[in-house]
């Protein structure tokens, strides 16, 4: 790839919103290389406002023909409709990354008019905060030098790993959806320290917190988690009988068949898109 980076995020949602903002304030690029796109004129100009950079509102194929890097941020059933509708302003020497993470990497590559590095990420909805966990995987045309430049879009936003494309559907299941099972647990912690007495600010402000800071310690101490909850675990004190409690009503169990359960339905429905989209191709 020959000269400055530049990036052009296509259906700058949520997700491609906050991406956006995050390459923005890392310096991955600067407002002057960076281009997004939205549908509506309305979301456009709210987005110009917050980052200053240039938003269309559609636009498309102006925007991946000027970017050495195309994000593809919208849903999943989209993203081939947007591949046709760019795919003769592609060039072999551009990076395409698609936030679908239900769509394999198969169907954008049939679509393409030439060979190119493709990505396939998913980010889950911490990166709103710049505190995402994503996963990628990348198609044989996808050189060192493509790695290094994706990992750092989505370091800016967030933990970054690699899979190999057959585990994206674990990463669906497990950071994906993880999040909904976060706030379940939080919202738990809340009521019972309600039922308990405290108000329910005081029990959001410390349910929140312990979540966050429990998550930070287990990744500046580099510890095994059984290692941490032992050394909060006293001999015949409450933390003890509250372990066993939830022992007793199996929640890692629950946890670990949440996470098996969503990955075969992962599986199912991206198995399921790729033939819908293969057969009105």
Known sequence: MSGPLSIAILGAGNMGGALLGGILKAGVVDKDHVLATTRTEEHANALRDRYGCTVLAGGNCIAAGQAS??????KPPV???????????LRPDQILVTLAAALPMAVVEKRLRTPMPVFRAMPNIPVVVEEGAIAYCANAQARPEHHLIVDRL???????????EELMDAVTALSG?????????????????????LSREVATRLAEQTVLGSAKHV??????????????????????????????????????????????HAKERSRALAQRLDQSA
């Open 154 to 164: 989505f370091r800016s936003v967030g933990v970054v790993c690699t899979v190999e």
């Open 79 to 89: 993203v081939p409709k947007v591949v046709d509708e760019i795919r003769d302003v």
């Open 69 to 74: 890097l195309i994000v593809l941020a919208t």
């Open 177 to 197: 959806s993880g999040p909904a099972y976060v706030y379940m647990v939080i919202e738990a912690f809340i009521a019972g320290g309600v039922k308990m007495g």
């Open 219 to 264: 990744r500046q101490s580099m510890l095994h988690p059984a290692i941490l909850r032992d050394e909060v675990t006293t001999p015949g004190g409450t933390t003890i009988v509250a372990i066993h409690e939830l022992e007793r009503h199996g929640l890692r169990s629950m946890l670990i068949s949440a996470i098996e359960t969503a990955t075969r």
